[in-house]
């Protein structure tokens, strides 16, 4: 469970946030709204990638100000640009490369990379260069690479952006089946028609929290003026 | 955004750039061959007048001999122990003339007419093939780069952090690899605007890299 | 030079000043400072290639002189180039194109063996036998002899930045290569 | 006209497009594709920006290969993402970097760039740093940055992709109103409903070739697989 109470945040001189608060249970949440209007930012506060300005940052209890270890391993962010996140050369290097922290045993460590390879068709590419895979082929990697931590929350910042029509399925095939509770950020509104909840956020506020149909509503009347 | 440059309307202001840089030229080497304490000493005087003149803010040129005056205090104390005081003095004084000359030019002219004369004087270059024309958009391009480069450093940054790895030395090669693939996209953006347009032809069918 | 190369020297030039935004680590007695730049100056050359990786520092060099503060410590100006540590900035554009050389002509088989080679002949060999010279002889009359060996002070940190360097240099081959490689009877090298 | 004979392109050890022939005559022609399908390589040998390995690509007659700066002249290119389509600092003088070619006199350049800022409603941010622009009026600079040169034919590779709702169709309708031919490439299916002829590329070939209705359902059922 995620807890946002109050939250502000702010760059130097330009304020992103502004007392944002919110409890999100469901377990799956979509955020739309405007470029620049923060929604990656209330992302990056979820993983504690960025700490509030003001306010506080809960997860499952645990403040991202306090306990930022723990809340990370709680929560795996997937970024839009599979590129960005691609360490290792080779995709199963890659994909150990994230179990590192974990400080396990070699051969569990391979145990875990094969049984994920598997999990996601990746088995053929075990060795091939990470670069070039196909777009879809490497969010996919991504997305693996931060599953393979077992997270228990997984937030996700436009994975599809990218991708073609068949690419952008296969990841939101992926992305539907995991038990996990998601938090995804889209400017594609299809994908979220049977999320449980969407936030709408504008200027830096929730503006509209709703099932997806009155909150998508909500959103493109805010884009026709 | 990055420039030293103080805006004014004094008679050191209004000189042309290249009379400027070749002052510079003329009195630096001078500098080096002159060992009376004197004469250096009256050299030191006349561009601390020039300072006046200019109206510089005290503030404005303290900032700018604060990084050098560390290396200045160095080399005298080093002379002075190792060596001797009066060299010391000398080499103290023709470094503060040098520099504080050098400060001056760049406290009162503005970068573009400094690009201006050196492109100008860079025009014989060309027949190395290096175009003089270029480096005003270089500049530019550099400026924009800066920005660029530290976004995209605390993009994967946060993309380590997200995986719960420490970033350490391995964030470089993934921040080097993607700005060059930013700047293979600007260098496409800038060939689309014409961009090299003037070239001399090239080979046909020459290399295509990314 | 095509519209490409013009955008790689200019990235490369920022990368500069971006490690010039580091601090200015001045070490007791010694007026040359730890500078993290020569890392540039090493990946300019080892990734760029000897004629790009050239202009990129000679366009830093350029950049120093009309007054950007883009020094270690944030300093620039003239001032610096005509001071007792101007010889290694004057140098810079010469390291990389050192490096560049060296790398072109090993391409084919470079490992990080090489790639260190290189990058310790051009970001660091070039730069004190420009660099020290210049220093003994703007700063003082103490013996050529005196202070000559006062590099070696550097060669820790130098050893290090070129370990650096040339794991990058190494990874960017692999994964986006930008260099092609110098024959005997070469073509030439930045096409 | 653009016209295509039996075109190839390869990068090194990749054949990238494979013998495709077309005659591209209609003003509104949509590309669509998978990722890594060709796509980019199309439109961009349209402009010159890569020369085809075998056949011929012509524009209004001219050859890429023979005569790009006249072909260059013809067709403007706009880019994914504007960020890096903005050289200059400030909007003003990116606008102007444009005629640089043109050898044209100061008091014409400051003219065509009043007139540009008027007509792409950018006129307060002249003075105005780029990068502090919306991702939909950077976007809307980039196509401006192009169309001030007034070339006959548009190029746009993917230029709505990284927007939100409102930038999209901020520059969706700038492009519906332009009088050139226009020739773009998206992932967005919707913005090509009223285009008049849509390609569909699979692997370097072009496989539909179509009005919208029939090549976008083609499309479709290629994703499925
Ligand atoms: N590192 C930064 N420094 C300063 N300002 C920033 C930084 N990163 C983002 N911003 C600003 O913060 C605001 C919110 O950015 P954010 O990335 O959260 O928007 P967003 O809703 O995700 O937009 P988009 O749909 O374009 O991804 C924007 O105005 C942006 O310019
Ligand atoms: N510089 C390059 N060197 C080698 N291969 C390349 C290069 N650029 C592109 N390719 C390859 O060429 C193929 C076609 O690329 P292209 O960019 O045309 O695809 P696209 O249809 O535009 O895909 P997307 O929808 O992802 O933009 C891909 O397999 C790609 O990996
Ligand atoms: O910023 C400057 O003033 C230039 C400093 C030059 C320092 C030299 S470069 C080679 C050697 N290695 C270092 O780390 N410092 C010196
Ligand atoms: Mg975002
Ligand atoms: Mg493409």
């Known amino acids: ?129 990470a670069h070039l895979l196909s777009g879809g082929q490497k969010q996919l990697l991504a997305l693996a690479a931060v599953l393979i931590t077992e997270p228990a929350i997984m937030v996700l910042d436009e994975p599809t952006t990218l991708l073609d029509l068949r690419n952008r399925r296969a990841v939101m095939r992926v992305v539907a089946g995991l038990p996990q509770q998601v938090v995804l950020v889209t400017h594609d509104l299809d994908v979220l028609a049977d999320f449980d909840r969407v936030l709408v956020i504008d200027e830096g506020r929730i503006v509209a929290d709703d099932t997806p149909g009155p909150a998508l509503a909500a959103y493109r009347r805010l884009a026709e003026v | 955004m990055l420039s030293l440059y103080q805006p004014g309307t004094s008679p050191v202001h209004r000189c042309p750039a290249w009379v400027k840089l070749l002052a510079m030229l003329v009195l630096g080497t001078a500098a080096f061959f002159l060992t009376d304490l004197r004469v250096l000493g009256a050299g030191l005087a006349v561009v601390i007048g020039a300072y006046a003149v200019a109206r510089i803010p005290i503030a404005a040129a303290w900032k700018l001999l604060r990084g050098v005056l560390v290396m200045l205090v160095i080399v005298v104390l080093a002379q002075g122990l190792l060596g001797d005081w009066p060299t010391a003095a000398q080499v103290g004084i023709r470094l503060l003339l040098v520099i504080g000359l050098a400060n001056l030019i760049t406290l009162t002219t503005t970068q573009t007419a400094i690009v201006d004369t050196v492109e100008r004087i860079a025009t014989p270059l060309r027949v190395f093939g290096v175009r003089p024309d270029r480096i005003g958009l270089l500049i530019a391009l550099v400026f924009r780069f800066i920005p660029v480069i530290a976004t995209e450093a605390a993009r994967v940054r946060e993309a380590h952090e997200a995986r719960g790895v420490r970033p350490g030395l391995s964030y470089l090669a993934p921040l080097v690899i993607r700005t060059l693939r930013m700047a293979d996209g600007l260098g496409e953006a800038l060939e689309v605007r014409g961009v090299g347009e003037d070239d001399p032809p090239r080979r046909r069918g020459a290399r295509v890299r990314g | 030079m095509r519209p490409k190369d013009i955008a790689l020297i200019a990235l490369f030039t920022a990368l500069m000043c971006v490690l010039g935004l580091t601090p200015r680590i001045q070490l007791p007695l010694l007026p040359a400072p730890f500078t993290a730049q020569t890392l540039g100056v090493i990946l300019a050359g080892g990734i760029l290639g000897a004629r790009r990786g050239f202009a990129s520092m000679a366009l830093f060099v350029l950049l120093v002189a009309i007054g950007a503060p883009v020094l270690v410590g944030g300093v620039g100006g003239l001032g610096m180039i005509l001071g007792p540590t101007g010889g290694f900035i004057i140098a810079y554009p010469f390291g990389a194109l050192v490096t560049g050389l060296l790398i072109e002509r090993w391409w084919p088989k470079l490992n990080y063996l090489t790639a260190f080679l290189a990058g310790f002949i051009g970001g660091a060999l070039v730069l004190y036998v420009i660099g020290q010279p210049w220093l003994i002889t703007v700063s003082a009359k103490v013996s050529l002899a005196d202070g000559w060996w006062s590099w070696i002070v550097y060669l820790p940190g130098d050893l290090i930045k070129t370990a650096i360097a040339a794991g990058i240099i190494v990874t960017v081959k692999k994964a986006y290569p930008l260099i092609t490689p110098r024959r005997t009877d070469a073509t030439p090298a930045a096409a």
């Open chain 1, 1 to 129: 469970m995620i807890e946002l109470r109050r939250v502000s945040f702010a760059y130097p001189q330009r304020p992103v946030l502004t007392e944002v608060s919110a409890v999100l249970a469901e377990q799956r949440i979509g955020i739309v709204g405007g470029n620049g209007s923060g929604k990656s930012t209330l992302a990056r506060l979820i993983n504690g990638l960025v700490r509030p300005t003001g306010g506080q940052v809960l997860v499952d209890g645990l403040d991202t100000h306090r306990d930022l270890k723990q809340v990370r391993r709680r929560v795996g962010f997937v970024f839009q640009d599979p590129d960005l996140q691609i360490v290792m050369p080779t995709v199963a290097e890659d994909l150990a490369f994230s179990l590192r922290p974990r400080k396990l045993p070699a051969d569990q460590v391979r145990q875990r990379v094969e049984q994920t390879l598997a999990a996601y068709g990746l088995q053929e590419h075990a060795d091939h260069p």
